[in-house]
């Protein structure tokens, strides 16, 4: 069973940045990819970024690509999505999840991001 826990959540004013971290309970953590979801009032759950197992490859949805950046430390087991130039828009929950092809996806319990002056 594999345990993830977010951090870094809070209230922001446009403009500003925030740093959140999942941190995974798996001794085989480098072996999944690694993902940032996000859900706001009333919207479907939607892609933020996703990362390699080895961190090679990250993708980004359009809506926050050259703002955000994700990223692992898969010695500590611990994924990071730095969001900067936040908007009112960006506020929502955020989850991490992760993804083996052999051993399954799992979800944190979200943290939830609030931009508004």
């Known amino acids: 069973q594999v345990q993830l826990v977010e951090s870094g959540g809070g209230l922001v004013q446009p403009g500003g940045s925030l740093r959140l971290s999942c941190a995974a309970s798996?001794?085989?953590?480098?072996?999944?990819?690694m993902n940032w979801y996000r859900q706001a009032p009333g919207k479907e759950r939607e892609l933020v970024a996703t990362?390699?197992?080895?961190?090679?490859?990250?993708n980004y949805a359009n809506s926050v690509k050259g703002r955000f950046t994700i990223s692992r430390d898969n010695a500590k087991k611990t994924v990071y999505l730095q969001m900067n130039n936040l908007k009112p828009e960006d506020t929502a929950v955020y989850y991490c999840?992760?993804?083996?092809?052999?051993?399954?996806?799992?979800w944190g319990q979200g943290t939830q991001v609030t931009v508004s002056s």
């Open positions: 990362i390699t197992s080895a961190g090679a490859y990250t």
């Open positions: 798996t001794f085989t953590f480098s072996s999944y990819r």
């Open positions: 999840n992760a993804r083996s092809d052999t051993e399954g996806v799992y």
